[in-house]
Each structure stands twice: as structure tokens, then as C-alpha cells.
């Protein structure tokens, strides 16, 4: 029987994305989110504003400055 591996945590940094949470204003804006970068590819996305919390894998997503 194998042993289930913990992802490991391997960077955090806030960065501005774009946000489509219920806060107003309406349109889409960009917010800040809480990038969290785990060892097995996942990365963890959280709203500053609303908490949304979404999950990329393997994708390069660019961050407005």
C-alpha cells in the first residue's frame, strides 16, 4: 500500500488578478489575491475582497501590474 504525499507549499505572494466576486463594482476588476504555489503543480488563488477561492494546475497565468 503507497503512502499518500502531502503537497508542499513552495511560494506565497499577493498579486493583482482579475475578480468577477459579487463585490461592486459589477464589471470584472482587478483585485487583490493570495497565489499559493504547491509542489505537485496545483496553484491556489484567494480573493482578498470575497474569499472565492479557485485552483489553477499547470497553466502560466499573467498578473496585471
Known amino acids: 500500500m503507497t503512502e499518500k504525499v502531502e503537497p508542499i ?18 464589471p470584472p476588476t482587478l483585485k487583490i489575491h493570495t497565489k499559493e504555489v ?4 496545483w496553484t491556489r488563488w484567494v ?10 494546475r499547470g497553466i502560466i497565468v499573467e498578473e496585471e501590474k
Open 9 to 26: 507549499l513552495i511560494s506565497m505572494e499577493k498579486v493583482k488578478r482579475l475578480c468577477k466576486c459579487w463585490v461592486k463594482p459589477k
Open 47 to 56: 480573493c482578498s475582497k470575497c474569499g472565492q477561492v479557485k485552483f489553477t
Open 38 to 41: 504547491f509542489s505537485d503543480g
